[in-house]
């Protein structure tokens, strides 16, 4: 910041002298004017690297306004199409200037001698944009999605390795460059530029995510200014006058703005209305920062960053050379500031007294140009530290004062608590409401915690509905929990807004330094597994955090890491479990069931691994795999076994939220010869009562192509009677906890007595799950029960002991004792 204020001051003096030289000048007109001898126009183009926007405004002004006339030079600037390879097109010489990304420096690790005149906007616009669903809950999401990815655009690559979303798990397809594709589904993300494309969604009131490398420290710089190698050597004075004229332009650019649009409608044919125009100027300015940072300013160590990026990603070899890359811009003491020189010295007589008076002028401007500066710090410290909805700490502040106060603490054995929260169903309320209601109870949330917590306590909006809060050196466990419940409390009091009454509860993940840890992410990791420690339990109270949490962490990471390999290795089979009717004794049915062979630890429950997939986002890929290795089966068994054979199949409700993945089952069953009342999907109670358009809209495609739906562990939920006639179900499958008790007078024969009358009623097949006695089969039987499946049957068995099963006749000789 020091830089910048001194370079302000020079600035300031710079002008200051410039209006001076201009008053005194003014009286000896003829002797000015014959210094300045007259130049002959040289022709230059300038590539441009998109289409005619503001997004090149600055070269618009400089041609329009004169700054390139003054300079010597005629420019002819060039718009670009997708098939346009700015760099080439400069080094061959069809332009001798160019706009380009920060990419230059693979360029030049080619061979490719480009050289970087001036940066432009100083953070790069580039960004992930993804469609908003009700299920999106980070950059992860996009893992298995569809992207549209523009060439140059290695820096989102830079960030989606550094999140942990490898190149090889996205479907990355060729970019259209229009956001149409992304509102009608034709692909889940696209690269865009802040400036740009978010101007179609937000007028479509299209609902998106944005996704920025710079949240994870990837700060490229932005439409590079750049030439050749070859017009430097052989052109420097050229090189030098076309860089001060652009940067001219560029700065009357973003003073006058309004005028800008005005002159790119009438003279740069365009596409873009005068309302994008405006809304491209105004995004712009905080990626130019034209009030803080010089124009066309480059840091070698933002240049270094950004070479150190790319050889994280393999592109350049370890400390990359800058040399050369660079431009180098000598003192500018030109023959034309010579000339002024000269004429000053003549009047120098005459201007004294101009001078001193403007002497005083200048240092009252100068105290005014240091209380802007000190604004300007302000501002970007409170951009950097500051959440701007809540008016918190953000996470970057959080951090820092969280580790000022564990080293302050660690000279003198202090403690303190970390009280991680976030709210319960909030989203909910974002999806319901819409996120200007949602924001404004957060911000009645961040009032709530600061009534509920000491002066000496810090809280800090971590993002979304997290927020933290550290209690330095608190007196016992008691006094957290004190706090904790006050927080409790509070936040479960209801919200008035806009006359609506609206209510959340929160969870809260407390962990203690130094007993969990001594470090700042392991703390926070552990504060977050004891909140979800707490929503596991039922949501809406406290947690600590506990050594067993940490295992289970790990253990699940060593898991999500293993089921990246399990399908590519083979590591998964089905095993299928009979499904009994009770009305003739055949078995012309069955339910296929995943197992996982683990090289290491033998065979891995469903239960354990399933929901890693669906929270890690592998369950598409194993679920794609699950039905179209069985059906595939089936196929075989209905020419071996019958041809009536059907088989049941388990969905997860993130397979509905993304069902684009299902879609390629209907062409499999067809490929494999079979006819969609062969197979029977399987929906669990909870889902299809929390379900969303998806589900509703994949649930009537199977219908409308014959494919049975089956309502697994009926009777745990509160499944309502118009949704089992709305999405036209078959069957019900009794839930093994009613069979487990299931005796003559029992509540729960009087229950399953209920659910078969009901079911059939409706038209619905019934089918008992669990069924592990004879008791229990002949009470099913004397219920008029459908189906039954359980250990008093089989187990669920590999594909030879299955029809080796069925061959033995075993089974009916179990349903006729």
């Known amino acids: 910041m020091t830089i910048l204020r001194g370079r302000s001051k020079l600035l300031i003096v710079e002008t200051?002298?410039?209006?001076?030289?201009?008053?005194?000048?003014?009286?000896?007109?003829?002797?000015?004017?014959?210094?300045?001898p007259a130049h002959a126009r040289e022709d230059v183009t300038l590539q441009?690297?998109?289409v005619h926007a503001f997004q090149f405004a600055g070269y618009y002004a400089a041609k329009e306004k004169g700054f390139y006339d003054k300079a010597g030079l005629n420019v002819t600037i060039k718009p670009a199409s997708t098939h346009t390879n700015v760099p080439e097109s400069v080094l061959t010489g069809e332009a001798q200037y160019g706009v380009g990304t920060s990419s230059l420096l693979l360029e030049r690790k080619q061979g490719k001698p480009v050289v970087a005149l001036a940066v432009i906007f100083q953070h790069s616009p580039l960004v992930l944009v993804a469609r908003e669903t009700h299920s999106t809950q980070g950059i992860h999401d996009l893992v298995d999605k569809r992207v549209m990815i523009e060439p140059q655009s290695e820096e989102l690559f830079a960030y989606l390795k550094r999140v942990g979303v490898p190149k090889d798990r996205l479907h990355i397809q060729k970019h259209s460059f229009n956001p149409d594709d992304l509102m009608q589904g034709h692909t889940d993300a696209i690269s865009a530029y802040v400036t740009n494309e978010r101007f179609f969604l937000e007028k479509a009131n299209f609902a998106y995510h944005t996704y920025t490398p710079r949240s994870v420290g990837i700060d490229f710089y932005g439409d590079n200014l750049f030439t050749s190698e070859m017009e430097i050597e052989k052109h420097p004075e050229r090189a030098k006058a076309f860089r001060k004229a652009s940067l001219k332009g560029w700065q009357y650019a973003m003073d006058h703005p309004e005028e800008l649009v005005e002159i790119i409608l009438d003279k740069y044919p365009t596409e873009y209305s005068r309302e994008f125009l405006l809304f491209e100027a105004r995004e712009m300015r905080d990626l130019l920062q034209p009030l803080l940072v010089e124009m066309g300013y480059m840091n070698v160590g933002r240049w270094r960053h950004i070479a150190d990026t790319y050889s994280s990603l393999g592109m350049l070899p370890p400390n990359y050379s800058l040399d050369g890359f660079l431009y180098e811009d000598d003192v500018d003491v030109d023959i034309e500031w010579l000339y002024q020189i000269i004429a000053l010295t003549l009047i120098t007589v005459m201007g004294l007294g101009g001078l001193l008076i403007y002497i005083?002028?200048?240092?009252?401007?100068?105290?005014?140009?240091?209380?802007?500066?000190?604004?300007?710090?302000?501002?970007?410290?409170n951009q950097a530290n500051v959440?701007?909805?809540?008016?918190?700490?953000?996470?970057?502040?959080?951090?820092?004062?969280?580790?000022?106060?564990?080293?302050?603490?660690?000279?003198?054995?202090?403690?303190?608590a970390l009280l991680y929260l976030d709210l319960d169903h909030f989203k909910e309320i974002n999806d319901f409401h819409g996120h200007g209601i949602g924001d404004r109870l957060l911000v009645d949330v961040a009032h709530r915690l600061q009534r509920c917590v000491g002066q000496e306590d810090f809280i800090a909006r971590l993002g979304g509905d997290e927020f933290t809060v550290i209690l330095p050196e608190p007196a016992n466990h008691e006094e957290i929990e004190t706090v904790a419940r006050r927080i409790l409390a509070s936040l479960a009091q209801p919200y008035l807004i806009d006359l609506e009454t609206l209510y959340v509860s929160v969870s809260i993940g407390i962990t203690l330094y130094p007993r969990d840890s001594e470090n700042v992410d392991e703390l926070l990791k552990n504060a977050d597994q004891a909140m979800y420690g707490a929503k596991a339990l039922g949501r809406d109270r406290f947690h600590y955090f506990t050594n067993d949490m940490y295992q289970a962490a790990l253990h699940r990471v060593q898991l999500v890491n293993d089921l990246r390999m399990a399908l590519n290795e083979q590591q998964f089979e089905l095993y299928y479990q009979p499904i009994v009717d009770l009305r003739n004794s055949s078995v012309l049915k069955a339910e296929a069931l995943i197992r996982w062979n683990h090289p290491r630890k033998g065979l891995v429950?469903?239960?354990?691994?399933?929901?890693?997939?669906?929270?890690?986002?592998?369950?598409?890929?194993?679920?794609?795999?699950?039905?179209?290795?069985?059906?595939?089966q089936l196929s075989v068994w209905r020419k071996s076994i019958s041809e009536e054979f059907g088989l049941s199949v388990n969905t997860s409700p993130e397979q509905y939220v993304h069902s684009e993945a299902m879609e390629s089952w209907f062409s499999h069953m067809k490929s494999v010869g079979l006819d969609g009342d062969s197979?029977?999907?399987?929906?669990?109670?909870?889902?299809?009562?929390?379900?969303?358009?998806?589900?509703?809209?994949?649930?009537?495609?199977?219908?409308?192509?014959?494919?049975?739906?089956?309502?697994?562990?009926?009777?745990?939920?509160?499944?309502?009677?118009?949704?089992?006639?709305?999405?036209?179900?078959?069957?019900?499958?009794?839930?093994?906890?009613?069979?487990?008790?299931?005796?003559?007078?029992?509540?729960?024969?009087?229950?399953?007595?209920?659910?078969?009358?009901?079911?059939?009623?409706?038209?619905?097949?019934?089918?008992?799950?669990?069924?592990?006695?004879?008791?229990?089969?002949?009470?099913?039987?004397?219920?008029?029960?459908?189906?039954?499946?359980?250990?008093?049957?089989?187990?669920?068995?590999?594909?030879?002991d299955f029809e080796a099963l069925i061959a033995s006749g075993k089974i009916s000789e179990i349903l006729e004792d």
């Open 48 to 50: 441009l690297k998109w």
């Open 605 to 632: 429950s469903p239960l354990e691994f399933i929901p890693v997939a669906e929270e890690a986002g592998h369950i598409l890929s194993i679920g794609d795999w699950v039905f179209k290795t069985a059906t595939t």
């Open 679 to 800: 197979v029977v999907i399987e929906i669990t109670e909870g889902t299809l009562m929390e379900s969303g358009d998806e589900v509703k809209e994949q649930l009537l495609a199977f219908r409308d192509k014959g494919v049975q739906v089956a309502l697994d562990d009926f009777g745990t939920g509160y499944s309502s009677l118009s949704y089992l006639n709305k999405f036209d179900i078959d069957f019900i499958k009794i839930d093994k906890s009613f069979i487990d008790n299931l005796a003559s007078g029992s509540n729960d024969l009087v229950l399953c007595e209920a659910m078969i009358v009901m079911a059939h009623k409706l038209g619905l097949k019934v089918i008992a799950e669990g069924v592990e006695t004879e008791e229990q089969l002949a009470i099913l039987k004397d219920a008029d029960c459908d189906y039954a499946q359980g250990y008093l049957f089989s187990a669920p068995v590999p594909v030879t």
């Open 16 to 36: 200051m002298t410039q209006r001076l030289t201009a008053l005194v000048v003014t009286s000896v007109t003829l002797l000015f004017l014959l210094a300045f």
């Open 387 to 416: 959440d701007p909805l809540t008016d918190l700490p953000n996470r970057r502040m959080f951090k820092k004062s969280l580790q000022d106060l564990m080293m302050a603490f660690k000279e003198s054995d202090k403690e303190l």
């Open 360 to 381: 005083y002028s200048i240092n009252r401007r100068l105290d005014s140009a240091l209380a802007d500066s000190r604004a300007a710090q302000d501002m970007i410290w």
